[in-house]
């Protein structure tokens, strides 16, 4: 059974990810195929360099903000220890999605001697701050394009009625959950309670770390590093030099969240983002260009990183 887990979880996603890739070419014709082959081509690589740059700088910086989490808690891990588990951690998003974080928190604790789930609580701390940045950025893409974004979603004809409903619901079975974890002496559900008291104490280092300006700084920088791997990829390409800020932070959201969809974005994300960039007027095969580079060059820089993270990681601590 756990092993059809994996497979699922494994294979299900790449299957989204090839019906997008069948999406893609049938949403095109042979002659849009060749613009979009020619675009990638012919594409300035400086950007593409500089757009890899930025995020080489932005999982520096993630690593470097993991240690202010994980201060509170009386854990000193090697800053190298924690750049190669980040990067290990992305690699393995990219075969099974979601596995990288239980990854990252297992081998830093293999290696530094800490506990599993402090160590994930504090990860699962910095993806809290991560996703209010990300809220923060949909909601900006809303204020900006809002009527065309939500025509293109089709929430315009969504009963508030009905949302309402649901929120309710959701509030009522977390509520339900809670109470009978607290009050079951049953011992798996003890065991499972435990765990979440590990991950509480990892979350609360969020109040007690010493260095809440730094570590706002390394979110704030992550974030821009993000926009700007993105941003500069809008100068490689002839068709999305116009391209403005009103198109880009949309369509750098609407990336952002078919990355989770799938295997890193695999078919999704190309096929996501030019979408997104066409209903602003960008020619389709102006934007599959820039979501193919966005998407390849990103990949191709965790590849190498994460296999040289991998193997050197029992090197550097080697006894």
Same mark, same amino acid.
């Given at each position: 059974?756990?092993?059809?887990?994996?497979?699922?979880?494994?294979?299900?996603?790449?299957? =989204?990810? &090839?019906?997008?890739?069948?999406?893609?070419?049938?949403?095109?014709?042979?002659?849009?195929?060749?613009?979009?082959?020619?675009?990638?081509?012919?594409?300035?690589?400086?950007?593409?360099?500089?757009?890899?740059?930025?995020? $080489?700088?932005?999982? #520096?910086?993630?690593?470097?903000?993991?240690?202010?989490?994980?201060?509170? +808690?009386? @854990?000193?891990?090697?800053?190298?220890?924690?750049?190669?588990?980040?990067? =290990?951690? @992305?690699?393995?998003?990219?075969? $099974?999605?979601?596995?990288?974080?239980?990854?990252?928190?297992?081998?830093?604790?293999?290696?530094?001697? #800490?506990?599993?789930?402090?160590?994930?609580?504090? *990860?699962? !701390?910095?993806? !809290?701050?991560?996703?209010?940045?990300? #809220?923060?950025?949909?909601?900006?893409? +809303? #204020?900006?394009?809002?009527?065309?974004?939500?025509?293109? /979603?089709?929430?315009?004809?969504?009963?508030?009625?009905?949302?309402?409903? $649901?929120?309710? /619901?959701?509030?009522?079975?977390?509520?339900?959950?809670?109470?009978?974890?607290?009050?079951?002496?049953?011992? %798996?559900?003890?065991?499972?309670?435990?765990?979440?008291?590990? %991950?509480?104490?990892?979350?609360?280092?969020?109040?007690?770390?010493?260095?809440?300006?730094? &570590?706002?700084?390394?979110? +704030?920088?992550?974030?821009?590093?993000?926009?700007?791997?993105?941003?500069?990829?809008?100068?490689?390409?002839?068709?999305?030099?116009?391209?403005?800020?009103?198109?880009?932070?949309?369509?750098?959201?609407?990336?952002?969240?078919?990355?989770?969809?799938?295997?890193?974005?695999?078919? *999704? @994300?190309?096929?996501?983002?030019?979408?997104?960039?066409?209903?602003?007027? *960008?020619?389709?095969?102006?934007?599959? !260009?820039?979501?193919?580079?966005?998407?390849?060059?990103?990949?191709?820089? $965790?590849?190498?990183?994460?296999? +040289?993270? &991998?193997?050197?990681?029992? /090197?550097?601590?080697?006894?």
């Amino acid at each position: 059974m756990k092993r059809l887990r994996v497979i699922l979880k494994t294979i299900f996603p790449l299957g =989204i990810g &090839f019906l997008f890739l069948y999406l893609s070419y049938q949403s095109t014709t042979p002659e849009e195929r060749a613009k979009v082959v020619e675009s990638i081509q012919t594409a300035d690589y400086r950007f593409v360099l500089l757009s890899v740059t930025f995020a $080489i700088l932005s999982h #520096f910086s993630r690593a470097f903000r993991w240690q202010f989490l994980l201060q509170p +808690l009386g @854990y000193k891990p090697k800053l190298i220890n924690s750049l190669f588990t980040v990067m =290990i951690a @992305y690699l393995a998003n990219l075969g $099974i999605p979601r596995s990288g974080e239980l990854l990252r928190a297992t081998m830093l604790s293999n290696y530094e001697g #800490f506990a599993f789930e402090k160590v994930f609580g504090t *990860i699962v !701390a910095e993806r !809290a701050i991560d996703l209010v940045l990300l #809220f923060g950025f949909i909601s900006l893409s +809303l #204020f900006m394009q809002y009527d065309l974004i939500w025509d293109l /979603l089709g929430l315009n004809r969504l009963n508030p009625l009905y949302v309402g409903v $649901i929120m309710a /619901l959701f509030l009522f079975l977390f509520w339900l959950a809670r109470k009978i974890f607290a009050q079951s002496a049953h011992p %798996f559900l003890r065991k499972i309670k435990n765990l979440f008291i590990g %991950f509480g104490e990892g979350i609360a280092t969020l109040k007690t770390m010493k260095k809440k300006g730094a &570590f706002l700084f390394h979110t +704030l920088f992550i974030w821009l590093m993000y926009l700007g791997m993105f941003y500069v990829i809008k100068w490689a390409i002839p068709g999305t030099y116009e391209m403005t800020w009103t198109m880009i932070i949309p369509a750098f959201v609407a990336g952002g969240l078919a990355i989770s969809a799938t295997n890193g974005g695999i078919g *999704i @994300y190309p096929y996501t983002v030019a979408l997104m960039l066409n209903a602003f007027g *960008i020619s389709q095969e102006a934007g599959l !260009a820039f979501g193919w580079i966005m998407w390849s060059s990103q990949t191709l820089m $965790i590849l190498f990183f994460g296999a +040289l993270s &991998f193997f050197a990681l029992p /090197l550097v601590n080697r006894k």
